[in-house]
């Protein structure tokens, strides 16, 4: 089966770095995304990690361990915009299937 | 900056109608794919599609579901015989490619069966 985990909840303040971790066990891996999303939005795409190591796109930073089924996104500088949830997914199978976590619910106060 | 539409934003529906929701993609992709997420819920895969087949499916996407690309833009789901359990966002996602393509996915359909 798959299964992605992330924590439901976390809080930080305007201005701070926060870290969301994502662990995850699925039968084939194809790389994982993080996404952002705001109530009743669409998601809107992230980063993107296949190899191991850290990605890093302006104020969002994206790691991959395969080996030990993990990823975190890093924010920096953090805004109040990006109050959001943020879904980690990894993408399995020969039909490019995404599995999501439930999705972290970030709150950013001032 | 292209972007993957919808339509309708929100359809309400009466249980055991038929419905049919509407994506038009990015134009140059060509891997296609529908979502489901329940209000409060996590977003779940329904179904990709390439190359005018079904490429895999998950156990939600039984015989009531249908997808079609009936032209060169469009891509449809169809939900043959509503429940009151279909009600949720459906978005709609395409990518370019298979493998490592990112999924971008349109603004989502309401569906709510009353």
């Known amino acids: 089966g798959q299964n992605i985990d992330q924590p439901t909840e976390m809080t930080a303040t305007e201005g701070a770095i926060v870290q969301i971790n994502c662990t995850y066990q699925?039968?084939?891996?194809?790389?994982l995304f993080w996404y952002q999303q705001h109530a009743g939005e669409a998601p809107t795409f992230l980063s993107y990690n296949v190899l191991d190591g850290l990605e890093e796109k302006g104020r969002f930073s994206s790691f991959l361990s395969r080996s030990k089924g993990y990823s975190y996104l890093l924010l920096k500088e953090l805004q109040m915009k990006d109050s959001a949830s943020y879904l980690c997914a990894v993408l399995t199978g020969g039909g490019n299937k995404l599995t999501f976590g439930t999705g972290t619910q970030l709150k950013v106060e001032l | 900056e292209p972007e993957v539409t919808q339509t309708p934003s929100h359809q309400v529906t009466q249980m055991g109608q038929e419905v049919i929701l509407r994506c038009v993609p990015i134009?140059?992709?060509?891997?296609f794919y529908w979502y489901r997420q329940i209000l409060g819920q996590k977003v779940e895969f329904l179904v990709s599609?390439?190359?005018?087949?079904?490429?895999?499916k998950s156990e939600i996407f039984d015989d009531q579901f249908s997808v079609e690309r009936p032209d060169g833009s469009n891509f449809t789901l169809k939900i043959r015989s509503t429940k009151l359990e279909d009600s949720a966002m459906y978005f709609c996602a395409s990518s370019t490619d298979r493998s490592t393509g990112t999924q971008y996915f349109g603004p989502g359909t309401r569906l709510t069966v009353l």
């Open positions: 699925t039968s084939g891996f194809n790389g």
């Open positions: 599609f390439y190359n005018n087949e079904i490429s895999e």
């Open positions: 134009s140059n992709h060509l891997y």
